[in-house]
């Protein structure tokens, strides 16, 4: 096989040529405007809403609530521009730091090359495991290929000498060199290196966001009905009522709510691809912070993955060396496989070559063996003694002797008979101890699950403090977290035992490196490749791990928690306040027959509330090492507190200023709109924390533009802005009452959750 390709790779001369002429091996993203983007944002249904709101008020003459809602209508588009803009930077640099790497030949010497530098007439080595960088010719060897992204064939196909093969198929089986033929623009498929899944499935966060949002609609639908019921009661004109229908619905809405889900996660996503952790899928981290299973792959994960070969031991007449010569004829030695690498490293040492091959099949996770046929036309094959010895041999039981010792076994074969076993040792990492620790204080169960047998994993369990029984996968169904681990389990086991804990209600991570666990690690809630990990399990993959430590996985949980923590808040000031605004008006409306703010205060209400709201991604939070669940029910409860809190002070405020006083209406609707400012401020700094809520400082931003809210509202009122000025001790007082309910509101969320452990 290697005569074959022995002339064949570039000088690096030839790859500037090749690049001076071709380009490099990736698709230049399209990139929007920023005036594109906002015109974007004036098409679609929330869109749809403010101008419907907008076309109204032309046609009955209100030219000043026109200006305010086609304000409202630019500031919703702006800020989804540059929220939209924000994101694609974060996600740029991801996807600058999620490449393929390919093995390649360059100046004679085999390397890993980004797959952005490929140019035609590369040389790659292609294995089990591997994404195609670049559309291929086979020059040698057989490929088993996914290319369903390709063509949508749903079956594997079988690809061999002078074949083709595109551009992001995946190789489940097989071993070939292959030579480039068309990158980038030219290739079959377009960007090789771009890992982000941006239309991915929404997580459960999202899930609940529009659950709320979907609520509010149902409250201002009944409210709606109630106003339309009223106006036919009294003879009133309903064509007057519409605009405020409207825009209720806009208060409703969360306009921002995208944008700031958008900011929390590329603002984690950053924060983490800093510390080396890279985000291929952003519902990864909203995940992590409910995720209370994991599922701990072993090898490369637990262990070093960096095994040494420290016993050979030959049967029938055969000495040390010609058992070690057998084996490396059937491994790969410029492959990842870390096992074939050791027998590579020991033969190297004992300066021993391998026999002349004519066909070589590198392992198969599903058969557990590779195999290879030698010039003489001996069939050599080498593998997991589970699969290839008897149980009732000899062989058998010595494997399970060193297995006992924590030993990695594999049996060799030539022409169906036994030939001798090769015994592996795996230093655990350095952090793996630790880290077990840690992830249990997390509040997250840790069960770790292996192909290796139960000895050799029992052995592992121990050293790294997982405490109970390894088992098998049949015996483990019934009660899996009653386990420290998992042993001899197939790729669909691995699979089988994700879909098993997701039905008992769990969140699951998992972790892996390999072809076989990217089933498991795409159908987790959080897959997390760890550094070694092979191009199809990154792929599937939403968290990757580009050091080897361990610890990073419980910075992604960290980061986890404060998006939860930030998007919680997000969903009780929008319930609270959205409640309270919709219920004043309606409410107020029918008793005082007047709309008791006005339609353009109500849209300066939406914009300055959005302006905080948008700020909520970047505050300070306090992490909680214990998975959270998204119970809407008890946020609703809590939602309802606050908004019945609130209420009776407004309505309790406009009862005395209907009655008590001697302002206008337009007076009235000011002191109501810095209310409705001062309520919705307070909202937003006490739900921020379990505790009281001076217990933990707001970002600097959030602090920023709160202070902000409340002077453009006293200054509006002050000054009387779109609106009638009313003197500053009303709104000295409405200020002052505001904080007192600030402090009463934050003592009944502080026993609401006392009451609710």
């Not at 570039?10 to 490099?24: E, H, P």
């Not at 076993?421 to 249990?440: G, H, P, R, Y």
């Not at 050293?463 to 390894?470: A, I, N, Q």
């Not at 959005?610 to 909680?624: A, E, M, P, S, Y």
């Amino acid at each position: 096989m290697h005569e074959e390709i022995e002339h064949l790779g570039l000088t690096n001369a030839k790859v500037i040529s090749q690049r001076a002429k071709f380009g490099y091996n990736e698709i230049p993203k399209l990139q929007r405007t920023f005036l594109q983007l906002t015109i974007k944002r004036l098409w679609g249904p929330i869109p749809w809403i403010i101008e419907l709101a907008l076309i109204i008020e032309l046609l009955l003459g209100n030219f000043i609530q026109v200006v305010f809602i086609f304000a409202l209508l630019l500031f919703s588009a702006l800020d989804g521009a540059i929220q939209e803009s924000k994101t694609a930077r974060s996600l740029k640099f991801l996807d600058d730091q999620l490449t393929i790497s390919t093995n390649t030949k360059r100046d004679g010497q085999w390397q890993m090359i980004s797959a952005r530098n490929l140019v035609p007439d590369d040389l790659l080595h292609l294995t089990v495991g591997s994404v195609i960088p670049a559309d291929c010719r086979i020059v040698t060897g057989a490929l088993t290929v996914n290319q369903a992204i390709i063509t949508g064939e749903s079956q594997a196909v079988v690809k061999q000498k002078d074949d083709d093969i595109y551009t992001n198929s995946t190789v489940v089986e097989g071993n070939a060199y292959g030579v480039v033929t068309k990158t980038g623009t030219h290739s079959s498929y377009g960007q090789t290196t771009n890992l982000i899944r941006q239309n991915e499935t929404p997580g459960q966060l999202q899930n609940i966001l529009f659950k709320v949002v979907k609520y509010l609609a149902y409250l201002d639908i009944v409210l709606a009905l109630i106003l339309v019921v009223a106006a036919l009661i009294n003879h009133e004109r309903i064509l007057s009522l519409l605009p405020f229908i409207v825009i209720l619905f806009v208060a409703t809405i969360p306009v921002s709510m995208p944008s700031s889900f958008d900011v929390a996660n590329s603002v984690e996503a950053k924060r983490l691809a800093n510390k080396h952790i890279l985000v291929s899928g952003l519902s990864g981290i909203q995940e992590a912070a409910s995720m209370d299973v994991l599922l701990v792959d072993k090898t490369g994960t637990l262990t070093e993955n960096k095994p040494i070969l420290t016993k050979i031991i030959p049967i029938e007449n055969l000495t040390e060396r010609q058992l070690l010569q057998y084996a490396l004829c059937v491994s790969d030695v410029s492959g990842g496989n870390a096992l074939d690498l050791a027998i590579g490293a020991k033969s190297k040492t004992e300066k021993i070559k391998a026999l002349p091959i004519s066909d070589f099949d590198p392992f198969d996770p599903a058969l557990k063996s590779s195999k290879a046929i030698l010039k003489t036309n001996q069939v050599l094959v080498k593998g997991s003694p589970k699969a290839l010895l008897d149980v009732h041999s000899s062989c058998y039981q010595k494997f399970i002797e060193l297995t006992e010792t924590g030993l990695q076994v594999l049996v060799v074969k030539l022409d169906g008979q036994v030939i001798g076993l090769l015994a592996f040792k795996d230093q655990l990492k350095t952090d793996s101890v630790k880290f077990i620790q840690e992830i249990k204080k997390a509040g997250v169960t840790p069960l770790m699950i292996t192909g290796d047998t139960i000895p050799t994993a029992s052995a592992v369990a121990q050293g790294v403090g997982l405490t109970g029984k390894v088992t098998s996968f049949e015996q483990a169904k019934a009660d899996p977290l009653s386990y420290a681990g998992v042993a001899s389990v197939y790729p669909k086991e691995k699979l089988a035992m994700v879909e098993l804990l997701q039905q008992q209600g769990h969140t699951v991570g998992m972790t892996g490196d390999g072809v076989n666990d990217a089933p498991a690690l795409k159908k987790a809630n959080v897959g997390i490749a760890i550094n070694t990990a092979t191009d199809i399990a990154k792929t599937a993959a939403r968290i990757i791990l580009t050091h080897s430590s361990l610890l990073g996985i419980l910075m992604v949980i960290d980061s986890g928690h404060r998006v939860y923590q930030r998007m919680m808040t997000w969903v009780i000031t929008k319930l609270a306040r959205t409640a309270q605004l919709s219920l004043l008006l309606t409410f107020g409306y029918l008793s005082a027959r007047f709309f008791p703010v006005s339609l353009s205060l109500i849209v300066l209400i939406v914009i300055l509330n959005d302006c905080v709201t948008l700020t909520l991604g970047t505050d300070n939070v306090k992490v909680i090492r214990r998975p959270e669940t998204w119970n809407i029910l008890k946020l609703t409860k809590l939602s309802s507190i606050l908004t019945v809190s609130w209420l009776i002070l407004g309505f309790g405020m406009f009862a005395f200023l209907m009655t008590m006083s001697n302002l206008n209406h337009g007076q009235i609707s000011t002191i109501l709109f810095c209310y409705l400012i001062y309520s919705a401020m307070g909202t937003i700094l006490l739900s921020r924390t379990r505790d009281q809520m001076w217990s933990l400082a707001p970002s600097k931003i959030v602090s920023y533009v709160v202070l902000a809210n409340v002077v453009v509202a006293t200054l509006i009122g002050s000054f009387g802005f779109v609106t009638d000025p009313v003197p500053v001790s009303y709104l000295g007082l409405t200020l002052v009452l505001c904080l007192v309910f600030t402090l009463l509101n934050d003592y009944l969320k502080r026993m609401f959750y006392q009451s609710s452990k």
